[in-house]
């Protein structure tokens, strides 16, 4: 389950102003990951969800409605397929935002919600232009009623009540909430404390709380399946969280309300957009009954890249690592407590290539590049004692930044290695 935008600290566990009382309730029966990172928007972190590389390998460093994998990619949906799991999503794509690019054509049995990026709540458009109608099940468009998280929900339930129980699954639900533009029903706004003020946050709110509503219902059904300890679990977002304006006027108007959304990252620096703290590293948990110990944490530094050689390794599939180019590795280790991983190079490419970053055990660098310039600006952060990202250690820590300047090109010496070119 993937958040939209949902900042570090809009969870309770986090010191959020909303009880999340389900996601407490998930945190308790396993591990929090403490320092996960994602890309610091959406798409590409899909992108490495699926596939297991760096997002920046097939081009893809922002929100695209173009073609982001080239078909054919052995996405972690295809490769669980052909090892004999029934395979769903529903919710938000964003990876290609036509039928012919869709779930259905990259391992998915069942998909339905959104071909693009976040829609309106009630009326279900992308934004204006030719990708806005988008709302589908299996490819094929369709009109329906009721708000959005309700729907990806009711879906999911009912796919996770269809399979049999001998029937191995993977379901992937990359919700909308909390991602603008929003608007929620008297049902959700009653429920918001008294102490949040203003409406744009008391949706924003009611947001987080219908979304936390949502995890639980899909916990349950698990539950219900008699699945829950065969099930591995896991709870994120996609990027940081998000103050830009709700009600943007390039989505349809769905009388959502004027104002800036309240994403809350502290005491991380940044937010959505971002290569600091603020932007890439979310809220993460994973839960597995009687496997996973229960109310456990990490502080080892994981990547969103990981899952895909992780699923695999559990699920026995007999991919070739080589041949997949996987940038990410299987973090069970991690995850089953057993040891941490040894301190490895974790790289992210910002948006439009301008701004990069490597993680390597306690430190962590982000360089700056100037539009149509090799002009390159460094900062330098002791992330273990600065998780806040105040102190730029760059011109204390010479030897070290060289360093870590050429692990990250060596890195990206592979960027665009696996773009999509059969785009149009």
């Not at 529903?90 to 693009?116: I, M, N, Q, V």
């Not at 940044?270 to 944490?297: C, F, H, M, N």
């Not at 992210?348 to 993680?359: D, I, P, Q, V």
């Not at 992330?383 to 692990?407: G, H």
Request: proline content about 5%; charged content about 20%.
């Amino acid at each position: 389950m993937i958040a939209d935008d949902l900042g570090w600290a809009d969870v309770q566990f986090h010191g959020g102003s909303v009880p999340t009382p389900h996601l407490n309730a998930l945190l308790k029966s396993g591990m929090e990951l403490q320092q996960h990172y994602v890309a610091p928007v959406c798409s590409p972190t899909r992108a490495g969800l699926l596939t297991g590389r760096y997002w920046s390998r097939f081009g893809v460093t922002t929100p695209t409605n173009q073609l982001a994998l080239p078909m054919g990619t052995a996405t972690l949906a295809r490769v669980l397929q052909k090892a004999g799991y029934r395979t769903c999503i529903t919710g938000k794509w964003h990876l290609g935002s036509e039928t012919r690019w869709g779930p259905h054509h990259f391992g998915f049995d069942h998909s339905y919600g959104s071909l693009a990026g976040g829609v309106t709540p009630w009326s279900h458009y992308y934004k204006k232009g030719i990708h806005s109608v988008t709302w589908h099940r299996n490819g094929e468009l369709l009109t329906e009623t009721g708000h959005v998280t309700d729907l990806v929900t009711n879906e999911a339930v009912e796919w996770i009540e269809q399979q049999k129980h001998d029937q191995p699954f993977f379901l992937y639900m990359p919700f909308t909430a909390v991602h603008l533009p929003i608007r929620e029903s008297a049902t959700w706004l009653e429920r918001v404390p008294k102490s949040v003020a203003g409406n744009v946050p008391r949706q924003y709110a009611a947001c987080i709380l219908h979304l936390d509503d949502a995890v639980g219902k899909i916990v349950q059904a698990v539950e219900n399946t008699g699945q829950r300890e065969n099930t591995l679990i896991i709870f994120t977002s996609d990027n940081g969280g998000s103050t830009a304006e709700n009600n943007d006027t390039k989505y349809p108007d769905d009388g959502c309300p004027n104002g800036r959304l309240p994403g809350n990252n502290l005491p991380l620096r940044g937010k959505k957009g971002d290569l600091y703290e603020g932007g890439v590293r979310v809220p993460t948990i994973a839960s597995w009954q009687s496997t996973i110990t229960a109310g456990s944490k990490s502080s080892t530094p994981v990547h969103i890249v990981d899952w895909m050689p992780t699923f695999c390794k559990l699920a026995s599939v007999n991919e070739n690592a080589k041949t997949l180019k996987w940038d990410g590795q299987d973090i069970w280790t991690v995850l089953s407590g057993k040891e941490e991983l040894s301190s490895r190079s974790l790289y992210s490419a910002g948006t439009h290539f301008r701004s990069f970053s490597l993680r390597k055990g306690d430190w962590k660098l982000i360089l700056f590049r100037n539009k149509g310039s090799k002009q390159e600006r460094a900062e330098l952060y002791n992330i273990t004692n600065d998780p806040s990202e105040k102190v730029n250690m760059a011109s204390k820590q010479p030897e070290r930044l060289r360093a870590m300047q050429q692990t990250l090109k060596t890195i990206a010496q592979n960027d665009e290695d696996s773009v999509a070119l059969n785009k149009k």
